[in-house]
């Protein structure tokens, strides 16, 4: 691929980096990506997949929202391996604090018109009863999504494939600017546009790009059907992602269509190996088990971790890079980027070819980040 011109060069194979494709090249543009391992071998393949709409900011909210609605039209063209299932999310309350929260939810939700309904403690437990006692309630959000990620990814890059898309997956790329992406075996791809799309390595061949690694682990257990219908998130929850300092886990727990459970979640700064840490798994099993004691029976058959893309306002980093007129990042998308990669990639592919976007992107453009800082 020495040399070759492409409209469209893009860094990282993630699922990001893989619906970045996907719409480039069903507009009919000649698409490169590159990536130095795998198609969704990164924070990909590593995250949960719950499409979950969100309300931290009115930029969140709207971003999780399109995305969501995006995912709903794909529904019926997605292969089976991919396990889409409208599962629908229930935030637990522990106490009557956390009630007041899920009817903040409910109205803000409301307003916006996603449905919602609030569950009291009997209503919580008829539809999960393997919830401990002693939970206030919770809000139902119908609408929400579980999928698997890695299948995700791998659909929206065939598809960008049979579009045209070339990958060249085994290439790092060290350098990326001015029109070329410079790799390690020191070859050089061309293209007009370079998108920046390598998740929590994006700073490293980009600098300045306010992007630190957040770790979280998993673990899934084996088959056990029916134990959970619902993805179960406690509302401490937006606690624990709000906190940009201090390490933390929260109960966060998902049904695969396997009849597995997938048990979550950690975060964590300035832990940059891959290795399982043992305190935070610990803490993490300990917060599941005060939630739902039944998953101490249970057989874990595997245990993982993965890293998020963390940005200082919490928000994804969508649009020309200042300074490279070449340059344009679809980057720091944390632990929201299987919901957000499909409104990431029309966001993105509108501004460059000046369409109207479906919503506003003043809050995800690169140029708002150079203002703050991590705090
Ligand atoms: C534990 C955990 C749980 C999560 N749960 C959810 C969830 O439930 N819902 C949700 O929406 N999101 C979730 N996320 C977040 C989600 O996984 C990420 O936001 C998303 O996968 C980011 O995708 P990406 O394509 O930007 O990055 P990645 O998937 O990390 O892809 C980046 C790619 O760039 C490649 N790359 C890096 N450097 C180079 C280089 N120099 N040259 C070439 N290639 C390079 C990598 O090999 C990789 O393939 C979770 C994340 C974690 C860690």
Redo the contacts with the bound molecule.
């Keep these: 691929m020495n040399d070759a011109a492409y409209d469209v060069v893009i ?8 619906a970045c494709a996907d719409e480039f090249a069903r507009r009919r543009m000649r698409v490169a990506v ?19 709409v969100m309300d931290d900011s009115e930029g969140q909210f709207a971003l999780t929202r399109y995305s969501q609605k995006l995912w709903q039209e794909l529904r019926a063209e997605l292969a089976d391996d991919v396990e889409y299932e409208q599962s629908g999310t229930i935030w637990v309350a522990a106490d009557e604090e956390e009630m007041a929260e899920v009817h903040r939810k409910h109205a803000f939700y409301g307003e916006r018109s996603v449905p919602t309904e609030i569950l009291d403690a009997s209503a919580l437990k008829r539809l999960e009863p393997n919830l401990g006692d002693g939970m206030a309630g919770g809000l139902l959000v119908p609408e929400d999504v579980v999928l698997y ?1 890695p299948c995700a ?1 791998r659909f929206l890059m065939e598809r960008a494939q049979r579009h045209g898309a070339e990958l060249l997956l085994g ?4 350098e990326i600017g001015q029109g070329r992406v410079r790799l390690a075996d020191r070859s050089e791809i061309g293209g007009g546009i370079l998108v920046n ?6 700073s ?2 980009t600098p300045g790009i306010e992007i630190k690694k ?5 673990v899934i257990t084996d088959r056990y059907p029916g134990f959970l219908r619902h993805q179960l998130v406690e509302l401490g929850y937006l606690k624990s992602a709000h906190s940009l300092s201090t390490d933390s886990v929260a109960f966060n727990v ?1 049904p695969r269509r396997t009849g597995q459970i997938l048990i ?3 975060r964590q700064y300035g832990a940059e190996h891959k290795e399982v840490d043992q305190h935070m798994l610990t803490r993490m099993l300990q917060r599941a088990l005060e939630y739902m004691p039944g998953i101490g029976a249970m057989t874990a058959v595997r245990t993982w ?5 963390a940005t200082p306002d919490k928000l994804p980093l969508i649009g020309p890079w200042p300074g490279d007129k070449s340059l344009y990042l ?2 720091g ?9 499909l409104a990431t990639a029309k966001l993105l592919v509108d501004q460059i070819t000046g369409s109207k976007t479906e919503i506003p992107v003043e809050a995800y453009l690169p140029t708002r980040a150079r203002e703050t800082a991590h705090v």
Excluded: Y
């Design positions: 860094v990282g194979a993630g699922i990001v980096g893989a590159v990536d130095r391992e795998v198609v969704g071998s990164g924070a990909t393949a590593a995250g949960m997949g719950h499409i979950v990620p990814a290439a790092s790329a060290v799309a390598a998740g929590a390595w994006s490293e061949f957040r770790k979280g682990h998993l998902q979550g979640s950690s971790t993965g890293f998020r893309a679809a980057t998308h944390e632990g929201l980027g299987i919901t957000t990669s």
